[in-house]
Each structure stands twice: as C-alpha cells, then as structure tokens.
C-alpha cells in the first residue's frame, strides 16, 4: 500500500513539474520561429481587365508559411513572416483559362499579446502591420505582366504550449493586396487580391 502511494505521489509530482514546464509565460527578450500550412482564400471579384471591362477570377490556394518574431516586452513583439511561392490560375471572362500567377507575400508585423508574462499554455496574439507582395512566373499565351503590391495587413493568432519550448499554432490574416496588370508594357487594369489566409503549424520559442 505504502509503494502505491509512493508511486502515485511521484506520478502526481512529475505531472506537475510536466505542466509547470508547458505553462510558459511569453517575456521579453523571446526568439521564436513559425511554420505550416495556410490555405489562402482571395475575394471573390478580383477587378476587371482592358476596357471591355473583362472580369478577372483568380483561384484559392493552400502553401507553407514561415515565420520569425522577437520580443521586445512581455507585450508586445515585432515578426517577420511570409509563405512559400504559391501558384494561382488565372481565368478572365469570355476567354476562360489564360494561365497562371507566382504569388510570394513578405509581412512586417508589430504583435500584441494580452497574455504576455502569465503563466499560461494559452497565449493569443493579434497584429497589424504592412504587406509586400510579389507576383513572377507568368505563365499565359499573353504577354501579362502582374506588378507587385504594398498594402497593410492584420491578423489574430494563437500559440498552445505542449512542451517545453514547442507550441501549436493557429492564426487567420488578411491583407490589402492590389496590383497592377500590364499587357505587352501597358496598364490593362489592376489585379484585386486581399487574400485571408487561415493556417495552423507549430511555433518554437527559444
């Protein structure tokens, strides 16, 4: 009886020490590294092209995102994320298919999180900041040009700690993303992106 005791005595303790190690508080001076899969939803009209006003869809798709952050205060952090080259087709009204788009977004954001310097396995954030855009791998019968974009960008996010240093993450964004579409040098109209992204990986925090 006395080893039983023992032995759940112990099993309690570790189960403690378990959980005191995985309710970590964020705090200053915190390096950490983001990565996943985003699924990235843009709006549902995305302009029109050339002055017959020809409507221009561009598809949803799903890539990597990555990213690395700082603290600056229990608080409050700056991050520096951005997702892999991701491929979008590219369909105009009346001609149908006309080929497809590299898209590659860079953010810089400033991050608060309400949570900072508690001890707790749940820590949300939420941010705003400003969003660079690159469009490259034209691949169309036509001559199209897409020019890169700047625009703000916001997101919410959430990190849960399942062990020492290692986090599940969870976020949504949305971005202000326009740009402008050229044909063999000339402005044909502009390109309405304003892509929000929902993705889930893990952070590291070190």
């Known amino acids: 009886m006395k080893r039983t005791n023992l032995l759940t005595v112990t099993a309690i303790a570790a189960g403690c020490a378990m959980a005191s190690q995985m309710a970590l508080a964020y705090s200053a001076g915190d390096i950490f590294v983001r990565g996943g899969i985003a699924q990235t939803d843009v709006k549902s009209n995305n302009g029109d092209l050339t002055a017959d006003n020809l409507r221009l869809d561009v598809s949803d798709e799903r890539g990597l995102y990555y990213g690395v952050g700082y603290l600056l205060t229990n608080r409050l952090g700056i991050e520096l994320s951005g997702q892999e080259n991701v491929e979008h087709d590219l369909n105009l009204e009346t001609l149908g298919d006309i080929g497809s788009v590299d898209r590659m977004p860079v953010n810089l954001l400033v991050n608060y999180y309400p949570m900072g310097g508690v001890d707790s396995r749940v820590q949300p954030y939420v941010g705003a900041g400003l969003n660079y855009?690159?469009?490259?791998?034209?691949?169309?019968?036509?001559?199209?040009?897409?020019?890169?974009?700047?625009?703000?960008?916001?997101?919410?996010?959430?990190?849960?700690?399942?062990?020492?240093?290692?986090?599940?993450?969870?976020?949504?964004?949305?971005?202000?993303?326009?740009?402008?579409?050229?044909?063999g040098g000339a402005d044909i109209g502009e390109a309405k992106i304003d892509p929000m992204s929902i993705g889930g990986g893990i952070t590291y925090r070190f």
């Open 133 to 183: 855009t690159r469009f490259s791998g034209e691949d169309t019968p036509l001559p199209i040009d897409v020019r890169r974009s700047y625009g703000a960008i916001g997101q919410l996010g959430v990190d849960l700690a399942v062990a020492q240093g290692l986090m599940l993450n969870g976020f949504v964004s949305y971005a202000d993303v326009s740009a402008d579409v050229r044909l």
